[in-house]
């Protein structure tokens, strides 16, 4: 069965800082990874995505993840932290060929100081 | 694209009564899909639907829960005698088909609070 593990559940940064988010997942094959952020008494946003080819995905507000086969990660990064980043984050798994559910992870929560 | 809407944002009944919450994918999505998320959890899926038809139900959908799509666009959950470990949000989600190369796009979520 597909699992997600995100290690990190509270995170805090100072602002302008730089931001990675560590993702590691188990699955029979590459799957498809995506990563979500959610705000308080929200729904989740899609940040990013990655299906196949190139590694390093670019996503909204300035992030990016790269995913790497061998460690069986996606981790999330940003090279400088706004105080509107402030939320949850989730990483998730999605079956291939015949994509129906996701498995997401407990998610971290980024806190970020002015 | 107006988004996926869910109604109503906030839930409050006593044990033992039914809900029912509703929710409006994107239009031109034929999937949509039912997650439920705790505190302090990441989502966890109940199930989807593909146009109409119910093709997957996760084993957190016991048999006090049911979820409609009758005519593949709208749906409803339905939670009848509820319990108070069925606090929680509920998300819905819809996407275009596919091999699951396709985002799902999530709601705002119904958060259910059993008194």
């Known amino acids: 069965a597909q699992s997600v593990t995100q290690p990190d559940i509270h995170i805090t940064v100072s602002e302008g800082a730089s931001l990675e988010l560590r993702c590691n997942y188990s699955y029979g094959a590459t799957p498809y990874l995506f990563w979500y952020v959610q705000s308080p008494g929200q729904g989740l946003q899609l940040l990013l995505k990655?299906?196949?080819?190139?590694?390093l995905v670019q996503g909204i507000k300035g992030f990016e993840a790269e995913f790497k086969r061998s460690q069986s990660s996606f981790n999330l990064r940003k090279p400088s932290v706004h105080w509107s980043d402030a939320a949850e984050y989730f990483c998730?798994?999605?079956?291939?060929?015949?994509?129906?559910?996701?498995?997401f992870g407990t998610g971290t929560q980024l806190k970020v100081e002015l | 694209d107006t988004g996926v809407s869910q109604d109503p944002r906030h839930k409050i009944t006593k044990r033992g009564q039914n809900v029912t919450f509703r929710c409006d994918p994107i239009s031109e999505h034929n999937r949509l899909y039912w997650y439920r998320q705790t505190l302090g959890q990441g989502p966890e899926f109940l199930t989807y639907f593909q146009n109409e038809a119910q093709l997957e139900k996760s084993r957190l959908l016991s048999d006090r829960f049911s979820a409609e799509r009758p005519k593949g666009s709208f749906s409803t959950l339905e939670i009848q005698r509820t319990e108070q470990g069925d606090s929680a949000m509920y998300l819905c989600?819809?996407?275009?088909?596919?091999?699951?190369?396709?985002?799902?796009?999530f709601g705002d979520g119904t958060r259910l609070s059993i008194l």
């Open positions: 990655y299906f196949s080819g190139d590694t």
């Open positions: 989600a819809s996407s275009l088909g596919g091999n699951g190369n396709q985002p799902q796009h």
């Open positions: 998730a798994v999605g079956p291939t060929g015949g994509g129906n559910k996701l498995t």
